[in-house]
C-alpha cells in the first residue's frame, strides 16, 4: 500500500463445544509458469491439445534423455520473486523426489528443495480499505509438473495424459500467517493479481494453471502470539493439508470444515493426525487421502543430471528494471492523483486491462467523475451482459468523451446515461450525437425561468403548499425538468425554483 496505513484484521475465531479455537493457515500455490516450452524440454506447453500430442522424449523417460534447463523459465522465476519483495538466491540447485508418480514416466519429481531459486518475501493481502494481512513468502521453488490421469473413460482401465507432464510450476510457499477462510481467499486472489501482473503465470484456476495445497490447524487464543514471538511451531496444533484447491469458494468451505473437524478432535480428548486430506465439494467435507509424510520419505537426493543454477546479479537487476508498476504501487498512485477512495482504487487495479482502460479515461480528466462512470456504468453493464473489459463497445475515448461534455456542463447526469446507453448499442462520437440529436444541457436561465413560472401559474395549489413546506419545492423542479425533456440544467433549475417560491 506504499503510504497507506493498514491495521491487522482479527483472527478467525470459532466456538467449541468447550472452548474458543482459532485458525492457522499456511499456503502452498503451485502456479504454471507463463511459458511457451516445459522446464526441462522444448515440448508445447498449449492448453488442450490432443492428449500426448505436447510430449518430448524427455517427457516421456525415454532411456538416455536429459533434461536441459529453460532459461526463460527461470527468469519467470526471478521475476516473480523480485515482484513479491523476494530475496533472489544467485546460487540454486535441482533434486529429485521419489514418490510413485503413476503419470510421471521417471518416477520421479526433479524440484528444489534444499536450495531454492527464490527465498523470503512478503505479500500485503487487502481485506477492507484501511485493513490488511501481511503474509510472509517463506521460499519459491521450480519444478516440473506431472501429468493427468483419467479414470473416467473405460470402467476396467486408467488413461494417462502426459501433456502437463514436465511443465513449469513455481510453488509459493507462505508462513502461517493466515488467520481466517476470507483470508486465505483474499491471498491467493492477491498473489494470482501479482503474477497477471508480472506475466509469470495466466492465473487460470479453471484450466489447474494455479492450485493451492492448504494447510489448516487450529491452538487456542494466545498460542499464535507465542508462535510469533519465539517461531516454535510447538506452540501451533497439527497441521493437516487439503491438496488441490482450485476454487476461492471451496478454499474457503474447506477451511472451515477441516477447522471444525480438528477441534471436534482435540474437544473430545483424540490427537490430530498429520495428514494429506482432499475437499469432496458434493458432501462439502474433507477426507482423508494418505498420512503426511516428511521429506526424507521421499528420499530427495540432488539431481544428477542438472548442474546447479549460479546467475549474475546484474541479470537479476536488468530483469528487477523491467517490472511493471505492480497493483498496491499502482493502487497508491491512483488515490494521490485522481483522489479516488482506497475501495474505487481497488476495484480499478484489480485487473491489469482495467486499470489501463480507467487511466485512458481519466487523463486529463475529473479522475472521480471517471472512476464512478468506469465502475458503476460501464463495469455494471459488462458484468450483468457476461462480458470483461476487452469485449467493451465503448472505447476509453468515447467514455471520456461523455464525461468532457459532462464536465462542460454540455449535458445532465441523466442526459449523460441516455448517451452512454446510444455509445454502448450504436457507437459514435458522444459530442457529435449529442448535437445531431439536440441532447445539449438547457443552460440558459431565461428559458429556464419561463418554464418555471409557467409551472407556477398553472399549480396556484401547490405553490401554497410547498410556501409551507419547503421540501415540497423538488415536486416544482421536477416538472421543469419533464416540460424540458430533461435538458434543463438541474442546478440552474433548484435555483429559480427556490428564488420564485421564496
Not at 124 to 134: E, F
Not at 142 to 153: N, T
Amino acid at each position: 500500500m506504499l503510504d497507506l496505513t493498514y491495521t491487522a484484521p482479527t483472527p478467525k475465531v470459532i466456538a467449541g463445544a468447550k472452548y474458543d479455537w482459532e485458525l492457522v493457515i499456511g499456503m502452498e500455490i503451485h502456479a504454471q509458469v507463463a511459458s511457451n516450452a516445459k522446464l526441462f524440454s522444448g515440448a508445447s506447453t498449449t492448453f488442450g491439445a490432443e492428449p500426448n500430442s505436447n510430449v518430448a522424449f524427455v517427457d516421456a523417460a525415454m532411456p538416455g534423455m536429459l533434461p536441459v534447463i529453460n532459461e526463460y523459465c527461470v527468469e519467470q522465476a526471478v521475476r516473480t520473486g523480485l515482484g513479491l519483495k523476494a530475496e533472489i538466491n544467485l546460487f540454486s540447485a535441482f533434486d529429485r523426489k521419489n514418490y510413485f508418480y503413476p503419470d510421471l514416466p521417471q518416477g520421479y519429481q526433479i524440484s528444489q528443495l534444499y536450495h531454492p531459486i527464490v527465498g523470503e518475501g512478503e505479500v500485503l493481502v487487502d481485506m477492507a480499505p484501511g485493513v490488511a494481512r501481511l503474509v510472509r513468502i517463506e521460499r519459491i521453488h521450480l519444478e516440473q509438473d506431472a501429468g493427468k490421469s483419467i479414470h473416467d473413460m473405460d470402467p476396467n482401465m486408467s488413461f494417462v495424459d502426459l501433456n502437463r507432464t514436465g511443465v513449469a510450476l513455481m510453488e509459493i510457499v507462505s508462513r502461517p500467517d493466515i488467520r481466517g477462510p476470507e483470508e486465505a481467499a483474499a491471498y491467493v486472489v492477491k498473489l494470482r493479481q501479482i503474477l497477471r501482473y508480472l506475466g509469470t503465470c495466466d492465473g487460470n484456476m479453471q484450466n489447474g494453471n494455479l492450485r493451492a495445497d492448504v494447510n489448516v490447524s487450529v491452538c487456542r487464543p494466545g498460542q499464535y502470539e507465542k508462535y510469533q514471538a519465539t517461531q516454535d511451531f510447538s506452540h501451533l496444533g497439527t497441521r493437516c493439508e487439503i491438496k488441490n484447491m482450485n476454487s476461492m469458494r471451496f478454499i474457503q468451505q474447506a477451511i472451515d470444515y477441516e477447522a471444525r473437524r480438528q477441534i471436534a478432535i482435540l474437544e473430545d480428548g483424540g490427537e490430530v493426525v498429520q495428514e494429506t486430506r482432499l475437499y469432496d465439494a458434493d458432501k462439502g467435507e474433507t477426507r482423508s487421502m494418505r498420512s503426511k509424510e516428511e521429506a526424507h520419505d521421499y528420499r530427495y537426493f540432488p539431481c544428477p543430471d542438472l548442474l546447479p543454477l549460479e546467475i549474475e546479479q546484474a541479470w537479476v537487476d536488468d530483469i528487477k528494471a523491467s517490472l511493471p508498476e505492480l497493483p498496491d504501487e499502482k493502487k497508491a498512485r491512483f488515490v494521490t492523483a485522481f483522489g479516488l477512495s482506497e475501495y474505487d482504487a481497488s476495484v480499478l487495479t484489480a485487473d491489469t486491462a482495467n486499470a489501463a482502460y480507467f487511466e485512458a479515461v481519466a487523463e486529463g480528466r475529473d479522475g472521480k467523475l471517471a472512476a464512478n462512470w468506469v465502475i458503476n456504468e460501464l463495469f455494471g453493464r459488462l458484468k450483468k451482459e457476461d462480458h470483461d473489459i476487452a469485449e467493451s463497445p465503448v472505447s476509453p475515448a468515447q467514455l471520456g468523451g461523455i464525461i468532457e461534455l459532462i464536465s462542460k456542463g454540455d449535458i445532465s447526469g441523466k442526459i449523460a446515461k441516455d448517451l452512454f446507453e446510444i455509445v454502448y448499442t450504436e457507437g459514435g462520437d458522444p459530442a457529435a450525437i449529442v448535437n445531431e440529436r439536440g441532447m445539449k444541457q438547457v443552460t440558459d436561465t431565461s428559458a429556464i425561468e419561463a418554464a418555471v413560472d409557467q409551472i407556477i401559474a398553472d399549480n396556484p395549489a401547490q405553490v401554497e403548499k410547498a410556501k409551507a413546506n419547503p421540501k415540497l419545492a423538488g415536486w416544482f423542479v421536477g416538472q421543469v425538468m419533464k416540460a424540458t425533456g430533461g435538458k434543463a440544467n438541474p442546478q440552474a433549475v433548484n435555483e429559480i425554483v427556490a428564488r420564485k417560491l421564496g
